[in-house]
């Protein structure tokens, strides 16, 4: 393992903690998956960003890692409410599709999505629908001390367990604004553990339970999946932000009714060591959430010409619990930098691996380390990665091998990438490669000649297709659509 001792933000504790794991020389981690009821916006995907350089970091440090992502093919109601509309029987009314066709769609676009950004696969994909058996056994292990049963369902009463909203810190008897009234509940804050079907109604999913025809409530499944796959205590939790006020607390309470622990001073009882979860992805124009019908995906940036990678740069120059604002120009400039990376890299492809333990590379390489040991400081190891290809003089496969190594965290793929990759064509172009290239090869001719008119005349013909060319470019004229 490397020298520097890994600290992880705490959101339990709002403290920096040492890892620590639970079991010496593993790291198992759980990550709260997406709902596949529509397609992830790039906002969803930051969270999976962050997790795969948390997985990746572990897996660095040494640990053997064993990494859950769950996919919830069960629809939960809407803004985490115990009322309202289901999110995926809604979806598949909508499309007129069975609502097992709308989960597999979106969960394929998804796991596109996670290829195309290079977030490593997890060791087990999670998905809600075959947990249900074990869904109803927890749920009944924990209803006698901790659940009331409504006409709607089967509730947890949250009075039941110590320092419940921790994590929240909530400190309201009406509890966050987003949990709808039910008649009857205890407690503002209590939420369903099992949904009961209305009267009259049929779902596309729902099962027998002790509580009546139905299905599970949203919160039950993680518990369920973490502490099946996992074990309880586990190492650390992640998600958004989002599910820190209310999706995870009562994650935890399910997980202390269920593990018969107290309360969280002592943060294993909540089932993980460490909870964390990264900040929003802020879109000044409103068009990032789903509910505004048009929303951004990542195959809209890759419409618009820009490699998914860029994306994946964006989210590494911010610090994971800092919101990051997205804007085409930050994500130009992220493609940019990238390029420049990928062009430093090009000239070690082709040459053996060395030994990385170079006098030269060990500052940067502690840089490195020190900056992903404090809380995953990303912005400082893409620093850290470009000053060690600016080092002069040394061994082309020493520098390779410290570079692939960096690579291993970051996970940009650079040997992996050609500059020509990151030229993605914009869908709405309609001018084709080749044509670019004859136009730039009798552009060059006219240069050579002297013939600037006929240079600039074709300059003008490629930009109105689009086609910007920059002349100044060292390696040969590059050109962006």
Not at 10 to 30: D, I, K, Q
Not at 206 to 221: C, I, Q, V
Not at 286 to 312: C, N, T, V, W
């Amino acid at each position: 393992m490397t020298a520097t001792p890994l600290k992880l933000f705490n959101s339990l504790t709002r403290e920096l903690e040492t890892f620590t794991p639970v079991h010496p020389g593993e790291a198992r981690v759980y990550t709260c998956g997406p709902t596949v009821y529509n397609y992830p916006h790039i906002g969803n995907m930051r969270a999976y960003v962050f997790a795969d350089v948390l997985g990746r970091t572990l897996s660095w440090k040494g640990y053997e890692l064993t990494h859950i992502i769950n996919i919830t093919d069960v629809g939960h109601l809407t803004d985490d409410a115990d009322a309202g509309e289901d999110k995926m029987e809604k979806m598949a009314a909508e499309r007129a599709q069975s609502i097992w066709d709308i989960a597999k769609h979106y969960t394929e676009a998804y796991w596109a999505d996670v290829k195309a950004l290079n977030i490593r696969q997890p060791a087990k994909w999670s998905i809600a629908t075959d947990y249900i058996e074990d869904m109803l056994e927890f749920a009944k292990s924990i209803a006698d001390k901790h659940c009331y049963e409504l006409d709607s369902g089967l509730y947890f009463d949250v009075s039941s367990v110590a320092d419940y909203g921790r994590l929240a810190r909530a400190v309201t008897e009406d509890g966050e604004g987003r949990i709808d009234a039910v008649a009857g509940k205890r407690n503002a804050a209590d939420f369903a553990i099992w949904r009961k079907t209305p009267p009259g109604e049929k779902r596309q999913m729902e099962w027998d339970s002790p509580w009546g025809r139905g299905a599970p409530g949203w919160h039950l499944e993680c518990s369920v999946m973490g502490g099946e796959l996992l074990g309880f205590p586990f190492d650390i939790h992640t998600g958004g932000i989002d599910h820190r006020e209310i999706h995870h607390p009562n994650e935890i309470a399910q997980n202390q009714a269920f593990c018969c622990t107290n309360g969280l001073d002592l943060a294993e009882n909540s089932g993980a060591r460490i909870w964390m979860h990264n900040n929003f992805l802020v879109e000044r124009s409103g068009k990032m959430s789903k509910s505004a019908g048009e929303f951004l995906r990542l195959q809209l940036l890759i419409d618009k010409g820009y490699h998914p990678l860029a994306y994946r740069m964006m989210c590494l120059q911010a610090h994971y619990r800092s919101e990051l604002e997205f804007s085409w120009e930050g994500l130009g400039a992220a493609l940019t930098r990238l390029k420049r990376i990928v062009m430093a890299v090009a000239p070690l492809r082709d040459v053996a691996t060395g030994d990385a333990g170079h006098p030269k590379f060990v500052p940067i390489r502690e840089k490195f380390d020190a900056a992903l040991s404090e809380d995953l400081n990303t912005s400082v190891a893409i620093v850290a990665l470009e000053e060690a290809l600016a080092v002069k003089k040394v061994d082309a496969g020493i520098k390779r091998a410290v570079i692939e190594d960096m690579d291993r965290v970051l996970g940009l793929s650079l040997f992996d990438l050609e500059r020509s990759d990151l030229r993605i064509r914009p869908k709405s172009v309609v001018i084709a490669e080749a044509q670019i290239e004859e136009i730039l090869a009798s552009r060059r001719q006219a240069r050579a000649e002297k013939d600037f008119a006929t240079s600039d005349t074709l300059r003008d013909e490629l930009a109105s297709h689009g086609v910007e060319v920059m002349d100044g470019d060292p390696l040969g004229w590059e050109w962006k659509l």
